[in-house]
Nanobody, 115 residues
Framework: EVQLVESGGGLVQPGGSLRLSCAAS????????MTWVRQAPGKGLEWVST???????NSADSVKGRFTISRDNAKNTVYLQMNSLKPEDTAVYVC?????????RGQGTQVTVSS
């Protein structure tokens, strides 16, 4: 059974940092493409960052230079380091895994950026 469990969310002031984690199990993590998406209140899903099985990454323009996606294949975990957070980054952040042509998603973790 594929499981994705996010953690690391919380309340942070503008300009602050958080690191999200997504612990994966039930599939060959090192071969999978991992993606972070987010959903702000009242809005649709927004793609944030993707890391491929070879380690290359891609990120949305809205987070480039502030967010960094990374993976630790030994720990079956993908991370999202978020710096210089803005109120508009407030959202539920969800981890997705593309496994053998299917997409799986976690439950998400809330990030709130507010003073």
């Amino acid at each position: 059974e594929v499981q994705l469990v996010e953690s690391g969310g919380g309340l942070v002031q503008p300009g602050g940092s958080l690191r999200l984690s997504c612990a994966a199990s039930g599939f060959t993590f090192s071969r999978s493409v991992m993606t972070w998406v987010r959903q702000a209140p009242g809005k649709g899903l927004e793609w944030v960052s993707t890391i491929y099985n070879g380690g290359s990454t891609n990120s949305a323009d809205s987070v480039k230079g502030r967010f960094t996606i990374s993976r630790d294949n030994a720990k079956n975990t993908v991370y999202l380091q978020m710096n210089s957070l803005k109120p508009e980054d407030t959202a539920v952040y969800v981890c997705n895994a593309d496994v053998n042509g299917r997409r799986f998603r976690g439950q998400g973790t809330q990030v709130t950026v507010s003073s």
